[in-house]
């Protein structure tokens, strides 16, 4: 009975700190930003978009790309996997000799 006491002691205190953590971040929130003179006006800096796009159209379907975030799985240059295949005996006959 002792855990249980114990437990939703815990549980019950955890939520509090949560609800106060929060309150205090809506309350620091409600602020209004303060622009200097001559300094970023705050709302054309936030809808600055990627304008002149190296990749072009091709990262539309790809946002992670589109961020940086995860490479692009477009290729610019031309895979012959033929080739690669031939490339890969040659190699594996030239390490058996």
């Known amino acids: 009975m002792q855990r249980i006491y114990v437990g939703l002691?815990?549980?019950?205190v955890v939520t509090v700190l949560i609800v106060l953590a929060s309150a205090v971040v809506?309350?620091?929130?409600?602020d209004?930003?303060?622009?200097?003179?001559g300094g970023a006006n705050t709302s054309v800096v936030a809808n600055i978009t990627g304008v002149g796009n190296t990749l072009g159209e091709k990262?539309?379907?790809e946002p992670l790309a589109e961020l940086g975030?995860?490479?692009?799985?477009t290729s610019t240059?031309?895979?012959d996997a033929a080739e690669i295949a031939r490339q890969q005996q040659q190699q594996a006959q030239q390490r058996t000799q």
Do not use: F, H, Q, Y
């Open 9 to 12: 002691t815990g549980l019950a």
């Open 26 to 30: 809506a309350w620091r929130s409600n």
């Open 32 to 37: 209004v930003a303060v622009s200097a003179i």
């Open 59 to 61: 990262t539309k379907d």
């Open 69 to 73: 975030a995860a490479p692009s799985t």
């Open 77 to 79: 240059e031309k895979v």
